[in-house]
């Protein structure tokens, strides 16, 4: 009995704990546009590229097996960091979107609110992927894949860029920070 209520409270705390990472959190709050200097850009296609399972069965079929494990260690370690940064810029973007949400102007408010979803769908897939990478390392014979997570991170930048157009339409005194 007293395991079970222990295991319910670890997991009760586990999911805080993602909650609160997830809404970028972890991360002191600063002003708009403050937090946009602080973005890091991906190279969508590297990361593409490392996950490709495609690109995974050709050096699986060209390299030793020993060969193929240290360099699939290496491909996934690089993804993680990929995948590290992604999380990181999403956080910062939850805080761009609210307070894009608190803007007068209605345009600018919802896309405020479509980049906070982004961007928190975003960090939470990000996690799972990291866990995926993180098992896949420890197995590089497993064929493991983050499949889908650039194209969330590709979507949360058309909203970055769609706001950031948003805000400087209707000029500086109507955006919020």
Do not use: W
């Not at 495609?54 to 260690?73: D, G, I, M, S, T």
């Amino acid at each position: 009995m007293i395991i079970t209520f222990a295991l319910v409270f670890l997991a009760l705390l586990a999911l805080l704990v993602l909650i609160r990472l997830a809404k970028g959190r972890a991360f002191p709050a600063r002003s708009g546009q403050a937090s946009l200097a602080q973005v890091h850009p991906v190279d969508i296609q590297a990361f593409r590229n490392l996950t490709d399972p495609a690109e995974e069965e050709f050096l699986r079929q060209n390299l030793p097996p020993a060969e193929f494990k240290k360099v699939q260690r290496e491909r996934l370690r690089a993804a993680v960091d990929y995948i590290s940064c992604a999380a990181a810029n999403a956080a910062i973007l939850v805080r761009v979107g609210e307070s894009a949400r608190r803007s007068p102007v209605p345009e600018v408010a919802e896309a405020g609110e479509k980049l906070v979803d982004s961007a928190i769908r975003l960090r939470i897939y990000a996690f799972q992927a990291l866990a995926k990478l993180y098992v896949a390392i420890l197995f590089p014979a497993a064929q493991i894949s983050p499949a889908g997570l650039a194209e969330n991170y590709e979507r949360m930048t058309r909203v970055v860029f769609l706001l950031g157009r948003l805000r400087h339409s209707t000029g500086p005194a109507s955006s919020a920070s």
